[in-house]
Every structure is written in structure tokens, then in C-alpha cells.
């Protein structure tokens, strides 16, 4: 696998695990104000 394919590949990976775990924070943290 050539080496800027896995950066992008490793670069997807992370934005999908930090946007998941943004999103469950933001969800189920308490802290919305949403009802």
C-alpha cells in the first residue's frame, strides 16, 4: 500500500472516530439544551 494512500486511509478513519465521538457527546453528554 503505497504511503499517502494509508495516511488518507488512517485520515478518513480519524475524522469518522472523532465525528462519532463528537456526535455522542453531544448527544448523550447532558449538555444539550434541546428538550
Not at 494509508?6 to 449538555?31: D, K, P, S, T
Amino acid at each position: 500500500m503505497p504511503p499517502e494512500l494509508l495516511r488518507l486511509y488512517l485520515f478518513e478513519i480519524g475524522i469518522v472516530v472523532i465525528g462519532a465521538a463528537a456526535f455522542f457527546a453531544w448527544r448523550f453528554g447532558g449538555n444539550g439544551d434541546d428538550g
